[in-house]
């Protein structure tokens, strides 16, 4: 099966488009997506559409949660608390029905699917060093855990149970004695310093994982934001890919 795994699409419809574009032409079986579909961008109610109508599986994303979950916008920086307040005043009860039924894990294909972290997905806390992934290893049993949520594409490796090290390849070719963490970066919002969108692609015949980038209108997003009266931070950071 080849797999499609996006994540951290927040709202950016002109990325998202790019991405569903690349992945029909790349002959995928099924996609699957990390949750933070809303949140920053200008199209939250579009990003759902499309993702509930392509996507075999979806986690929910801490974006999502504070859609419905209002407590939760204490923790967010006053700009994605804005945009949050922003996005909640678009979205249709039966879009917010939708995003509070979906679940913060599951298993797909044999992996491990999550928006933050294995251990306590609604914690919400990251996967950013080789210490927070030894401690996420022991949290889940599969030989892959998707992650997204820092926006950061990286793989953590475990070796034999004991040997830890990461990757920042955009491939990987999984080996009998490995398991993985992998970071699949973002749709609609990259950050580390490549503005355009990530997603990444299983090959469970192959054992194969590689990381994509699609190049998208990222000056017509920002407009559309402009336009909304989002925070122009939120739309210069497209540019930037931080
Ligand atoms: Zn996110």
Redesign the pocket.
Known sequence: MRLAVIS?I?SNLEALTAVFEEIENRDIDKIVCLG?IVGYGPNPKECIELVKTKCDAIII?N?DVACFNHSELYYFNRFAKQALEWTTDQLENNQLDFLKSLPDSSIYANSRLVHSNPHFPQSWDYVLSIDDAIFNFAAFEEKVCFI??S?QPIIYIENQGQKYSFAENSEITFQPSCRYIINVG?VGQPRDHNPASAFGIMDTAAQHYELIRVAYDIEKTQAKMHAAGLPSFLAERLMAGK
């Open positions: 951290d927040h933070d994303g974006h997204g949520h926006h973002s």
